[in-house]
């Protein structure tokens, strides 16, 4: 019994991703953020190894006529459905095809773009299983033998795969076998099903493996051109062959693989082993277009289209960020043209957005960044957009709550914990993360010491919200902690104010006169009498152990604008009714402010609602 476990527990499966039109796809990438998508064209892949300036810049789209960059004889690689209708195939030379469609488009694609494509691809993947491997130019593997009991079954985890690179605009077919060669052949030569999924159980390895093509086998296109002209076409073919004989007739032939690996491969056996992938520190997204932009809105499509990338691969990695940075690419020889000469032409404009609380999510990213660029001004048009998440965190996952609706005292907030984390975010974006804070109260004296504004933080957000999600509602930071919170504020003849102000000015504004009932007073181009005084409090030698002590003695002043009459007895009335439901509320101020005994200067601080 414990043998039987040992060699279930030691069963590979391998899931093969195979993308059929995957160079097709990259070159069309591109095209989509400017072209009006008329009738699609006879179009063919060449891949090439490019110059430096050519990958960062993408695909380099020629047609034929008086172009000599490439050679007639120069293979085609990959060919789009309008063109293989026309009779347009792969390993044609491009005088061949040029001869058949005479308005025939031939984009360039470097290997390093087709490798790079992959490298994210397998990023995605390995939310699914580990470790990853890719083969240029269509291949991506994952060990899923680890991951499958997350699943209800194999082939729930091989649909969420298809569904999850169909969302990145890619076609694939997906294959769960027991090695990564029998993945990728039964995912390019099988038969699939309605969703571009199969299952290949073990027990009937043996028996789908007999009904493959002998071109499945990883051998050279002149071996398999030599056994066709025998007449053998499949792999039960070469099984019934002699095993000497067969593996003297492969002995001599150009193998990608050695000789004893061909032979268990026709027989249904696969021991192989994927290369892990190490992704990149940094993840990078990028995409650039051959016709120059001049407006913002179409990089707004382009943005959700690289954030929509850049979550996918963070999730796969299991990690969020912490700060992004967004990258214009501009033309710069029309930058050129618009700037004056003398001034240095910019190649690039960065948006750098430290966020508050670090996300993952595509449509978090995508609004965080959305705002800003529809901000920005193009000083020339753009050629590219780059996404790149400079640092890096472990996703936190919310658990989901038992109680869906709590009744009249559910919100949003407490219904969906990423509401406030991605609003403080976007703030954050916004305005500056310098701007955005949580309020605490502080242990001061002075007014302007009493409540400060620390960074936000996740675990700051988690204790102001507290575990539902709410705001205690004994919190106050700006009430007095001696004082009683059921006790009502003083009231003084004539004058009724809250104990706090409501509106702190900082720097306060120097009031050039003395502080006396009747007094003028000017305060930003507008004259104000004072109608009441009514001292505070006094100050005396604090902040001692700093190095300049405080001394200052506080006042609450009702200031009236000049040319309002001061009847005494209807304002008493009006104040009588309590703060917020004066009658002449926007016929003056009220204020406090202080007398600066070490300067001999009086300021106005704050304000009251």
Same mark, same amino acid.
């Given at each position: 019994?414990?043998? #039987?476990?040992?060699?279930?527990?030691?069963?590979?499966?391998?899931? /093969?991703?195979?993308?059929?039109?995957?160079?097709?796809? =990259?070159? *069309?990438?591109?095209?989509?953020?400017?072209?009006?998508?008329?009738?699609?064209?006879?179009?063919?892949?060449?891949?090439?190894?490019?110059?430096?300036?050519?990958?960062?810049?993408?695909?380099?789209?020629?047609?034929?006529?008086?172009?000599?960059?490439?050679?007639?004889?120069?293979?085609?690689?990959?060919?789009?459905?309008?063109?293989?209708?026309?009779?347009?195939?792969?390993?044609?030379?491009?005088?061949?095809?040029?001869?058949?469609?005479?308005?025939?488009?031939?984009?360039?694609?470097?290997?390093?773009?087709?490798?790079?494509? =992959?490298?994210?691809?397998?990023?995605?993947?390995?939310?699914?299983?580990?470790?990853?491997?890719?083969?240029?130019?269509?291949?991506?593997?994952?060990?899923?033998?680890?991951?499958?009991? $997350?699943?209800?079954?194999?082939?729930?985890?091989?649909?969420?795969?298809?569904?999850?690179?169909?969302?990145?605009?890619?076609?694939?077919?997906?294959?769960?076998?027991?090695?990564?060669?029998?993945?990728?052949?039964?995912?390019?030569?099988?038969?699939?099903?309605?969703?571009?999924?199969? $299952?290949?159980?073990?027990?009937?390895?043996?028996?789908?493996?007999?009904?493959?093509?002998?071109?499945?086998?990883?051998?050279?296109?002149?071996?398999?051109?030599?056994?066709?002209?025998?007449?053998?076409?499949?792999?039960?073919?070469?099984?019934?062959?002699?095993?000497?004989?067969?593996?003297?007739?492969?002995?001599?032939?150009?193998?990608? #693989?050695?000789?004893?690996?061909?032979?268990?491969?026709?027989?249904?056996?696969?021991?192989?082993?994927?290369?892990?992938?190490?992704?990149?520190?940094?993840?990078?997204?990028? $995409?650039?277009?051959?016709?120059?932009?001049?407006?913002?809105?179409?990089?707004?499509?382009?943005?959700?289209?690289?954030?929509?990338?850049?979550? /996918?691969?963070?999730?796969?990695?299991?990690?969020?960020?912490?700060?992004?940075?967004?990258?214009?690419?501009?033309?710069?020889?029309?930058?050129?043209?618009?700037?004056?000469?003398?001034?240095?032409?910019?190649?690039?404009?960065?948006?750098?957005?430290?966020?508050?609380?670090?996300?993952?999510?595509?449509?978090?990213?995508?609004?965080?960044?959305?705002?800003?660029?529809?901000?920005?001004?193009?000083?020339?048009?753009?050629?590219?957009?780059? =996404?790149? /998440?400079?640092?890096?965190?472990?996703?936190?996952?919310?658990?989901?709550? *038992?109680?869906?609706?709590?009744?009249?005292?559910?919100?949003?907030?407490?219904?969906?914990?990423?509401?406030?984390?991605?609003?403080?975010?976007?703030?954050? /974006?916004?305005?500056?993360?310098?701007?955005?804070?949580?309020?605490?109260?502080?242990? %001061?004296? *002075?007014?302007?010491?009493?409540?400060? $504004?620390?960074? #936000? %933080?996740?675990?700051?957000?988690?204790?102001?919200?507290?575990?539902?999600?709410?705001?205690?509602?004994?919190?106050?930071?700006?009430?007095? !902690?001696?004082?009683?919170?059921?006790?009502? !504020?003083?009231?003084?003849?004539?004058?009724?104010?809250?104990?706090?102000?409501?509106?702190?000015?900082?720097?306060? *504004?120097?009031?050039?006169?003395?502080?006396?009932?009747?007094?003028?007073?000017?305060?930003?181009?507008?004259?104000?009498?004072?109608?009441?005084?009514?001292?505070?409090?006094?100050?005396?030698?604090?902040?001692?152990?700093?190095?300049?002590?405080?001394?200052?003695?506080?006042?609450?002043?009702?200031?009236?604008?000049?040319?309002?009459?001061?009847?005494?007895?209807?304002? %008493?009335?009006?104040?009588?009714?309590?703060?917020?439901?004066?009658?002449?509320?926007?016929?003056?101020?009220?204020?406090? #402010?202080?007398?600066?005994?070490?300067? %001999?200067?009086?300021?106005?601080?704050?304000?009251?609602?």
């Amino acid at each position: 019994m414990t043998e #039987v476990v040992a060699v279930a527990a030691r069963k590979q499966r391998i899931l /093969a991703i195979v993308l059929p039109h995957f160079l097709c796809e =990259l070159a *069309l990438q591109r095209l989509a953020a400017t072209s009006s998508r008329k009738r699609e064209p006879a179009r063919a892949i060449v891949l090439t190894d490019a110059a430096p300036f050519l990958q960062e810049r993408g695909l380099e789209e020629r047609a034929l006529q008086g172009k000599t960059e490439l050679e007639g004889k120069t293979e085609l690689d990959a060919v789009n459905s309008v063109a293989h209708q026309l009779g347009i195939r792969p390993r044609q030379t491009i005088a061949q095809a040029s001869a058949c469609v005479e308005n025939l488009v031939i984009h360039e694609l470097p290997r390093s773009r087709v490798c790079s494509a =992959l490298k994210h691809i397998a990023e995605i993947t390995l939310r699914f299983g580990s470790p990853v491997s890719f083969q240029a130019p269509d291949t991506v593997w994952v060990d899923v033998s680890g991951s499958i009991h $997350l699943y209800e079954n194999e082939r729930e985890l091989a649909r969420e795969v298809a569904t999850q690179i169909k969302a990145l605009g890619h076609s694939a077919r997906v294959v769960i076998a027991n090695g990564p060669w029998l993945a990728q052949s039964f995912a390019r030569h099988a038969q699939l099903e309605d969703a571009g999924i199969l $299952l290949v159980e073990p027990q009937h390895t043996d028996r789908a493996v007999c009904q493959l093509p002998i071109m499945a086998l990883p051998i050279h296109r002149e071996a398999l051109s030599w056994f066709s002209r025998l007449g053998l076409l499949s792999i039960r073919d070469l099984r019934a062959l002699p095993t000497s004989a067969l593996a003297a007739r492969l002995e001599g032939q150009i193998l990608a #693989v050695p000789l004893g690996t061909i032979l268990d491969l026709i027989q249904g056996r696969d021991a192989g082993v994927l290369v892990p992938h190490h992704p990149e520190e940094m993840p990078r997204e990028e $995409l650039f277009w051959e016709d120059p932009l001049e407006s913002v809105e179409p990089l707004l499509f382009v943005l959700k289209g690289l954030s929509g990338r850049l979550s /996918a691969r963070l999730e796969g990695r299991g990690q969020a960020a912490q700060e992004l940075l967004l990258t214009l690419h501009y033309d710069r020889s029309l930058a050129a043209l618009a700037t004056p000469e003398g001034n240095a032409v910019p190649d690039t404009k960065s948006l750098s957005f430290k966020l508050a609380s670090a996300l993952f999510h595509a449509e978090d990213l995508e609004r965080v960044m959305r705002l800003r660029l529809q901000r920005q001004s193009l000083i020339a048009p753009t050629l590219g957009l780059s =996404l790149q /998440a400079t640092s890096l965190t472990d996703a936190r996952h919310c658990q989901l709550g *038992l109680s869906g609706k709590s009744g009249a005292w559910a919100s949003s907030i407490s219904s969906d914990p990423r509401t406030l984390t991605v609003l403080v975010a976007e703030l954050s /974006a916004d305005i500056g993360p310098e701007s955005v804070g949580v309020l605490t109260a502080e242990d %001061s004296h *002075l007014l302007e010491k009493s409540s400060a $504004l620390l960074q #936000v %933080s996740a675990s700051s957000l988690a204790g102001a919200l507290g575990s539902t999600g709410a705001v205690h509602p004994g919190a106050n930071p700006g009430a007095n !902690p001696g004082a009683n919170p059921g006790a009502n !504020p003083g009231v003084v003849e004539g004058l009724s104010l809250p104990r706090v102000p409501t509106r702190l000015l900082d720097p306060p *504004l120097e009031i050039h006169a003395p502080i006396r009932k009747s007094e003028l007073w000017v305060i930003r181009e507008q004259a104000f009498v004072v109608a009441h005084i009514h001292f505070e409090q006094r100050l005396e030698g604090i902040e001692w152990w700093d190095r300049t002590r405080v001394f200052r003695d506080y006042f609450r002043v009702w200031l009236a604008h000049v040319g309002v009459s001061d009847d005494t007895s209807s304002r %008493s009335q009006s104040h009588k009714r309590g703060p917020g439901s004066r009658a002449d509320k926007g016929e003056g101020l009220e204020a406090l #402010v202080y007398r600066d005994r070490e300067r %001999s200067k009086t300021y106005l601080q704050a304000l009251y609602d």
